[in-house]
């Protein structure tokens, strides 16, 4: 079984600049989640899909970053315009129902400059 | 608000002895727990996992304890090994798996 694909795996910008990330979930995951971890703490959910529909994005800062989920299977997120305090590891994860573990990818290591 | 908390940044621990690494969480409606292990530049991968409903769940060499009393979870590693020195987090959510909450991390050393 093929895991959690992302890509691309580092990206250096400066602020205010737009980024991107894509996420390929695990083949027949209906759930996936986008997660941002900060040097030092833990991973933070950002939005949760469920198929092609967002089930919580409460935590996601709205004003700069979106996300969508093509067909229900990738997924993209967005950040624009960048700040510094958004360096981070983004971590894509998928599950197949919405119950039990997340399989994770290796995420996105962000530098803003 | 930080509802899962792991207060050991680190452990380092000898071959063949035990690793306890543990984890403690405010939220009482949580139901489900689990520890992640994490090697470096690789995505957070599951270990184990605990239901409210239980105490104590094993696998091989690992194992999770859970006091909802004190509202405390615990992984221990027996024998550890090498291998096992890694990042390992303690995670809590709803069994529905909305909105899971994570704790910041323990590093694990193991000495040969």
């Known amino acids: 079984e093929a895991g959690v694909a992302q890509s691309p795996r580092y990206k250096i910008i400066e602020k205010r600049q737009s980024v991107a990330f894509w996420c390929n979930p695990i083949?027949?995951?209906?759930?996936l989640y986008w997660y941002q971890q900060i040097l030092g703490q833990g991973p933070k959910l950002l939005i949760q899909?469920?198929?092609?529909?967002?089930?919580?994005d409460s935590q996601l800062p709205k004003d700069r970053f979106s996300a969508e989920r093509l067909k229900g299977v990738d997924s993209t997120l967005k950040i624009q315009p960048a700040k510094l305090e958004d360096s981070a590891v983004y971590l894509c994860?998928?599950?197949?129902?919405?119950?039990?573990?997340?399989?994770f990818g290796n995420g996105t290591r962000l530098t803003v400059t | 608000d930080q509802q899962v908390k792991q207060n050991s940044p680190s452990l380092s621990v000898q071959e063949g002895r035990i690793s306890i690494l543990n984890c403690d969480y405010t939220n009482s409606m949580f139901d489900y727990f689990l520890w992640y292990k994490k090697y470096p530049a690789e995505g957070p991968t599951f270990l184990i996992s605990i239901s409210s409903i239980k105490d104590k769940n094993e696998d091989g060499r690992f194992t999770v304890f859970l006091n909802k009393s004190a509202k405390h979870l615990s992984l221990h590693i027996v024998p550890s090994q090498p291998g096992d020195s890694a990042v390992y987090f303690c995670?809590?959510?709803?069994?529905?798996?909305?909105?899971?909450?994570f704790g910041a991390g323990t590093r694990l050393t193991v000495k040969p």
């Open positions: 995670a809590a959510s709803y069994y529905n798996n909305n909105d899971m909450r």
């Open positions: 994860a998928s599950s197949l129902s919405g119950v039990g573990p997340l399989h």
């Open positions: 083949s027949g995951h209906a759930t």
């Open positions: 899909f469920q198929n092609n529909g967002v089930v919580d």
